[in-house]
């Protein structure tokens, strides 16, 4: 009963990404029921990347690392992984042909959180972005697209600077925990000690930017997938401008969140959206 198994895969890979993430949990939600278990999937595999190198403390992480790496290759050539996360995964990776240059290319964005500190140039910034967002980004769109290559390579840029829009939020939200715990600098060029209010609007014009970007391409997803994806569109816009709205010292000693009610109004409000084809 191998399908029982996988299954069971599929379930825990949409239990970390509704334990992690409630947020993303809800976009998932908005999407076509035969692409959800994939998503979860693709969510999952890269959650517990980043839990390695971000959560484990007193751990040995980069062994965690390089062992979760080899037992996902393992489970790729076996067909089968013990661990349930693996076993969704290399289902999702061979069902809609994610190929590895996406993967490695996380793992090792991965791999610098281990003992990278600082970015000091942009090439480095955009490079771990890619890695840690944008082929993310394209390993959901190659369920979105369902195998049809050419929308694929039509919408791969807007798919990765929505990955970067995303991430950088991140960055933006968790600077106090990237830099007073883990001891990291994202943004090149730019002296945490002294965030003022010109480097945050600088950071903030370059998220602008790529969020204009990418709502092109989300306007072009299939319907499958189009509703979903704009769900957590409009919730990381709507961080975007709580952090807009924060002074730059506030956002360095806090963590600016979206409240679930919140949530869930932008939720009936992009339905609406949705539903009158304003897409």
């Given at each position: 009963?191998?399908?029982?198994?996988?299954?069971?895969?599929?379930?825990?890979?949409?239990?970390?990404?509704?334990?992690?993430?409630?947020?993303?949990?809800?976009?998932?939600?908005?999407?076509?029921?035969?692409?959800?278990?994939?998503?979860?999937?693709?969510?999952?595999?890269?959650?517990?990347?980043?839990?390695?190198?971000?959560?484990?403390?007193?751990?040995?992480?980069?062994?965690?690392?390089?062992?979760?790496?080899?037992?996902?290759?393992?489970?790729?050539?076996?067909?089968?992984?013990?661990?349930?996360?693996?076993?969704?995964?290399q289902l999702t990776v061979k069902k809609h042909k994610i190929t590895d240059d996406l993967i490695q290319a996380f793992l090792t964005s991965m791999k610098l959180d281990l003992n990278k500190n600082d970015y000091e140039t942009k090439a480095e910034y955009d490079n771990y972005i890619y890695g840690s967002a944008d082929v993310v980004g394209l390993m959901c769109l190659k369920v979105f697209v369902n195998g049809d290559v050419e929308r694929y390579e039509h919408l791969k840029s807007y798919a990765m600077r929505l990955g970067s829009a995303?991430?950088?939020?991140?960055?933006?939200?968790?600077?106090?925990?990237?830099?007073?715990?883990?001891?990291?600098?994202?943004?090149?060029?730019?002296?945490?000690?002294?965030?003022?209010?010109?480097?945050?609007?600088?950071?903030?014009?370059?998220?602008?930017?790529?969020?204009?970007?990418?709502?092109?391409?989300?306007?072009?997803?299939?319907?499958?997938?189009?509703?979903?994806?704009?769900t957590a569109y409009i919730y990381y816009r709507t961080l975007l401008k709580k952090l807009k709205g924060t002074p730059s010292e506030k956002i360095m000693n806090t963590r600016i969140r979206v409240s679930n009610p919140i949530k869930i109004s932008l939720l009936a409000k992009s339905f609406v959206v949705y539903k009158l084809n304003l897409l």
């Open positions: 009963m191998k399908q029982l198994f996988d299954q069971t895969g599929f379930a825990c890979s949409k239990l970390v990404t509704k334990k992690y993430s409630t947020s993303f949990s809800l976009a998932v939600k908005m999407l076509a029921p035969k692409i959800r278990e994939d998503i979860y999937s693709i969510y999952a595999f890269v959650r517990l990347a980043d839990e390695i190198v971000d959560s484990f403390h007193g751990y040995e992480k980069e062994k965690l690392l390089n062992e979760f790496e080899q037992d996902y290759y393992k489970a790729f050539a076996a067909n089968i992984s013990l661990n349930p996360i693996l076993n969704s995964f995303f991430q950088k939020v991140n960055f933006l939200r968790d600077l106090k925990d990237d830099y007073e715990v883990l001891n990291r600098s994202y943004f090149p060029g730019i002296d945490l000690k002294k965030l003022d209010i010109s480097a945050k609007n600088k950071i903030i014009d370059e998220i602008e930017e790529d969020f204009h970007e990418a709502f092109k391409g989300i306007k072009m997803l299939p319907l499958e997938a189009k509703f979903g994806v704009y």
